[in-house]
């Protein structure tokens, strides 16, 4: 099986504008959860979807926003970009029946720098 | 914040050894623990979980431990090779709604 894709792999934007970045989960999967990496933050939990649907949310502001489709792909948005948004953007999917007590299996990621 | 993780703490052990790497969780609640490793350049590796019904899990070289009294989980590596370098995170289930991860341990394999 092929695993967790994430597009792009690489993302220079400047202060201001605004991203999508897209995540293509593990066949079968409909879970997809978003994580944000930072030195300074470490792993911090974005959101997660589950069946077109957010299921499950962390402290980010609204700024920061996704959808999931019905193949279960899901995207994320930044609108707005902040220098403190670079980071290292992280996308797990796993089954989903179970929540988040599922195995969730990362992609490598998509490394956003503003500028 | 949730995490911290600019000064990552770092373990070093020699090959062969075992390595032991230590979490404190923050919710009593918590239910779900996990443990990944991140190599350089790449998404986090599902290593090994624990649900809070046990105290001790095994897998392939590793095990992982929970003292729910103190809020502790370990991960214990046997026979440490090269390519067992990495950060590894602890990461818990908070009332099934989201994953907080601890700030991670660097181990450096010495040869």
Same mark, same amino acid.
């Given at each position: ?18 991203? @999508?970045?897209?995540? #293509?989960?593990?066949? *079968?999967?409909? #879970? ?5 990496? @930072? ?11 589950? /069946? ?12 920061? /926003? *996704? ?6 792909? /899901?995207?994320?948005?930044?609108? @707005? ?11 797990? #999917? /796993? ?17 956003? @720098?503003?500028? | %914040? ?56 095994? %897998? ?52």
């Amino acid at each position: 099986k092929a695993g967790v894709t994430q597009t792009p792999r690489y993302l220079i934007k400047t202060r201001g504008q605004q991203v @999508t970045l897209s995540c #293509s989960p593990i066949s *079968g999967h409909r #879970s997809v959860s978003w994580y944000q990496q @930072t030195p300074g933050q470490g792993l911090q939990f974005l959101f997660e979807y589950f /069946s077109e649907t957010q299921r499950n949310k962390g402290n980010f502001p609204g700024r920061f /926003s *996704g959808r999931q489709f019905s193949n279960s792909r /899901s995207e994320m948005n930044v609108s @707005t970009l902040e220098l403190g948004d670079s980071a290292l953007y992280l996308c797990a #999917s /796993s089954a989903g029946t179970s929540g988040i007590q599922d195995t969730q299996y990362f992609g490598p990621g998509t490394r956003l @720098t503003v500028l | %914040g949730e995490s911290v993780g600019l000064h990552l703490p770092t373990l070093s052990v020699q090959e062969g050894d075992n390595s032991i790497i230590n979490c404190a969780y923050s919710n009593s609640a918590s239910d779900y623990f996990i443990w990944y490793k991140q190599e350089s350049g790449k998404g986090p590796q599902f290593i090994i979980d624990i649900r809070s019904n046990m105290d001790k899990r095994q %897998g392939q070289r590793v095990t992982v431990l929970l003292n729910k009294t103190v809020k502790h989980l370990s991960l214990q590596i046997a026979a440490t090779q090269p390519g067992d370098s990495a950060v590894y995170f602890c990461a818990e289930n908070i009332l099934a709604q989201k994953l907080v991860f601890g700030q991670g341990t660097r181990l450096t394999i010495n040869p």
